[in-house]
């Protein structure tokens, strides 16, 4: 009976390190002093200083594309201080969500405590933001989201959001076209995520639409083993087929379909195009396409001097997201800097000032709906390839063979 | 049929990896009635010790290499595995359990203890090495060679690796804990500490050793975990869980049972969730895998609540 009794134990203890695993580890880093100039609630003086926020994976399996942009944010916000025709300072403060809806509260709420933040860019995940865009609106934080591509957060009308470029339902159907050109029966595979299902359920749709066999999966984003939903494909015949899901699960699932012996073409959206799926998927890799709706900042002419002084401030080439994350702290900048022309700086100035935003970026021509997302049809949706385990841009989808 | 075999050994593949696991869970509960909960870092922290290794003499990247090549870098990774899996397990005996029980501490502090060390080894290894999920290692073969090729049913190296090697380490255990002196003194300790220590035996000593044995066997399937998946400081949570229900479901503190537990997990996930094989929509379907596992787990604890095996180290060899 006492060796019963510690099963027992051992069991609720199990529950508790599950619990603790969950909530865990949710802390974040701070970014240079940002909370230095909180002592400015109202939103300060002309000449002052004003902070801005970033939310997004800085830790954790999906840092990669956190680290992209934060890259980006931290650059635009360098040069614009460095330039010094704002009038103004600009603090970057950055809150580490893990890309994880259950912590993305903790993360936006270090956030929104700081009086002195005028704005968000972020957070970089789509769960995460459909979990705080009402938090970040209550406390009137204009939201300006790089990278969360999720083809229903428009539809909620959360009231300080903004994004700037095409999402999964422009990505999906594009991507959904260049497959049915291809292939006569399509294997669709999504993640369970908010952002991996909305995409592989736009690219699903779109196949049927164009008379294409498609057969639907979920894999859970926690997955390590995809020998299963490899052999599941090979069996089914497929000639294609489609991720929805993030870079780090994305490489495994390539080297598991490798090892299967699948032969037809391999796609996925945005959410895996990216570093680590290059070097974690290895030689398995290899000839994925990746359909985004974001530019390849490396090969884009618009981008050259942009690319050129993220390779020398962070010593690598930029990487998805990091041009988006550009344009939208331009953006944020440019409306801070507006509202401080116009009068008093404070939130609800700064997100009046993003709504009316006309910008163009090194990513295209920005502006928002009345929902604040990119107006549909505008943005342009580009492929890309896995071609020696680097990808590169492919271009245009639409033009793509 | 072809399809259903195919996932067998995936499955097969899979449960090898959850039976070496389970072993190091199941020796340390048979001699302290403790459910070491550190072990998923043991399992982690030889994936990392054999990568270093491994990354060193073979180099990153893709070097194809000859037969004998690819036996001496399986051969140096299991070992590498095993010593680092078997430093870091001694160490944490050491570090987080004998100052406890030479206090004589309620055995929910040794829990405690357990779940503090996972936390930190882990958070350790991420801050040593990269939190990002990119620590791969080289690849040092085809991973589409098939070994075994019979009508529609292959077995590629990164599967046939976990069964083969845990087979060999899991007969060796048996052999290890049956027939030699130390065996003898694990099982003494395990039936009956007090009396064993009265017969002469070393408790502290045979503990340790005991640590040793099991990580030694956690770090050896890090490292082929490792080169089937991925490599990261969080790679040891989800097999640790897997692994500790596995051992439950053959009957925690059985050696045998946690071979036996380890495997029918392993299978039961690889085919239960993918019925039926080969067409195109699954009854179940894959997302559903975890919940067929611990459903399954429920049930056999439900009608024979000591696992498939029953419990007690001292009673199995």
């Known amino acids: 009976m006492r060796t019963r009794s510690i099963a027992h134990i051992g069991a609720l203890s199990l529950i508790g390190a599950l619990a603790l695993a969950g909530c865990g580890s949710s802390n974040s880093s701070t970014a240079t002093g940002g909370l230095t100039s909180g002592s400015s609630g109202t939103g300060g003086t002309s000449g002052g200083t004003y902070t801005i926020g970033f939310e997004g994976p800085l830790s954790g399996t999906n840092a990669q594309l956190g680290i992209n942009e934060v890259n980006g944010v931290t650059l635009a916000v360098n040069q614009a201080n460095a330039a010094g025709n704002l009038g103004f300072t600009v603090k970057l403060v950055k809150s580490d969500d893990q890309g994880d809806p259950a912590k993305a509260p903790a993360a936006a709420s270090k956030i929104i405590q700081n009086t002195n ?33 999720d083809g229903t957060i428009q539809t909620h009308h959360f009231p300080t959001w903004h994004r700037i470029f095409p999402n999964d339902y422009a990505e999906g159907p594009a991507a959904g ?128 001097q942009f690319t050129a002084d993220y390779k020398a401030a962070f010593k690598t080439d930029p990487g998805t997201y990091s041009s988006e994350a550009y344009d939208a702290t331009n953006i944020l900048l440019a409306a801070i800097k507006k509202a401080a022309a116009a009068g008093t700086v404070t939130r609800s100035a700064v997100n009046d000032a993003v709504n009316q935003t006309d910008y163009q970026g090194i990513t295209g021509h920005i502006t928002f709906s009345a929902d604040g997302d990119l107006p549909v049809g505008e943005g342009t949706v580009n492929l890309f390839q896995d071609k020696n385990q680097k990808i590169v841009g492919l271009g245009d989808i639409t033009k793509a063979k | 049929m072809t399809d259903f075999l195919n996932f067998l050994v995936a499955g097969l593949s899979r449960g090898s990896m959850y039976a070496l696991i389970a072993l190091g869970y199941t020796l340390v509960y048979g001699v302290l009635q403790l459910i070491n909960f550190a072990h998923s870092e043991v399992f982690m922290s030889g994936a990392f010790g054999s990568l270093i290794i491994i990354n060193t003499v073979v180099g990153r990247g893709t070097h194809t290499l000859p037969w004998y090549g690819v036996v001496g870098v399986l051969l140096l990774g299991l070992l590498s595995g095993a010593i680092t899996g078997a430093i870091v397990a001694w160490t944490l005996e050491r570090v987080a359990y004998r100052p406890l029980r030479r206090r004589g501490a309620p055995k929910l502090a040794f829990l405690i203890s357990a779940i503090g060390m996972s936390f930190f080894l882990s ?51 048996d052999r290890l804990v049956s027939k030699t002196k130390l065996g003898r003194s694990i099982r003494g300790v395990a039936e009956d500490a007090p009396t064993a220590a009265l017969m002469g035996i070393d408790i502290d000593k045979t503990i340790a050793r005991t640590f040793i044995i099991g990580g030694a066997l956690g ?44 495997l029918t997990l392993g299978m039961i996930e690889a085919i239960v969730p993918t019925a039926p094989w080969g067409s195109n929509h699954a009854w179940i379907g894959i997302q559903w895998t975890d919940a067929v596992a611990f459903v399954v787990l429920v049930l056999v604890l439900m009608f024979r609540p000591t696992g498939l095996l029953g419990e007690r180290l001292g009673r199995s060899a």
């Open chain 2, 219 to 262: 770090g050896a399937a890090g490292f082929l975990f490792g080169t089937a998946f991925t490599v990261s400081n969080t790679m040891g949570f989800i097999p640790g869980v897997k692994a500790f229900a596995a051992a439950v479901l053959g009957g925690i503190g059985n050696i045998r049972g946690a071979m036996l537990g380890g």
């Open chain 2, 123 to 173: 958070e350790l290894a991420g801050k040593m090495f990269n939190r990002l999920n990119d620590n791969n290692f080289p690849l040092y073969f085809s991973p589409n060679r098939h070994i075994l090729h019979l009508g529609g049913v292959y077995v590629t190296l990164p599967q046939l690796v976990p069964i083969v090697s845990a087979l060999l380490m899991m007969v060796f255990l």
């Open chain 1, 117 to 149: 933040v005028m704005g968000v860019i972020g957070p970089s995940f789509s769960g995460a933001t459909l979990a705080v865009a009402k938090n970040y609106g209550s406390a009137g934080i204009t939201i300006v989201n790089p990278s969360a591509s």
């Open chain 1, 177 to 304: 076209d260049f497959l049915a050109r291809h292939a006569k029966k399509v294997f669709v595979v999504n993640d369970l995520s908010a952002y991996g299902a909305g995409v592989a359920g736009a690219v699903a749709k779109e196949l049927k639409k164009k008379g294409v066999t498609v057969v639907t999966q979920g894999v859970d984003a926690k997955t390590t083993d995809y020998g299963p939903i490899s052999q599941t494909i090979v069996n089914s015949g497929a000639q294609a087929m489609f991720y929805g899901g993030y870079d780090a699960q994305g490489a495994l699932f390539a080297k598991a379909l490798s090892a299967a012996g699948y032969k037809g073409i391999a796609m996925a959206g945005n959410g895996v195009k990216d570093s680590v799926f290059e070097t974690g998927a290895g030689a398995a890799g290899v000839g994925w396409y990746f359909s985004c709706g974001c530019q390849d900042a490396t090969v884009a002419p618009s981008a050259k």
